[in-house]
């Protein structure tokens, strides 16, 4: 089973940018999808954007056109570049497989701060 580790999170101001990074472990992520979700403070966690294992990227309507997905194979990362932020995308952001199945783990998460 694939792991992911995610980072970079951070505290932004409205309006900014930030980059998350996701590292997977495995010896099958070039065949997987991945994904970001996202869970804020007293919500569901819900799915952010996704990117198959072709490079075909999908987005959720809250944050298209405004984050993007990527991935480098070679280094088994996952990124999520992340602008015009406004204080809705504040929350713990996490990266797992896409589509996600009931039962899999979740990492620790990046903390993603949106506040002037």
């Known amino acids: 089973q694939v792991r992911f580790v995610e980072s970079g999170g951070g505290l932004v101001q409205p309006g900014g940018s930030l980059r998350l990074s996701c590292a997977a472990s495995?010896?099958?992520?070039?065949?997987?999808?991945v994904g970001w979700y996202r869970q804020a403070r007293g919500k569901q966690r819900e799915w952010v954007a996704g990117?198959?294992?072709?490079?075909?990227?999908s987005y959720a309507s809250a944050v298209k056109g405004r984050f993007t997905i990527s991935r480098d194979n070679a280094n088994k990362s996952v990124y999520l570049q992340m602008n015009s932020l406004t204080p809705e995308d504040t929350a713990v952001y996490f990266c797992?497989?896409?589509?996600?199945?009931?039962?899999?783990?979740w990492g620790q998460g990046t903390q993603v701060t949106v506040s002037s």
């Open positions: 797992n497989a896409f589509p996600v199945t009931v039962g899999r783990d």
């Open positions: 495995g010896s099958n992520f070039r065949i997987s999808g």
């Open positions: 990117i198959t294992s072709g490079g075909t990227t």
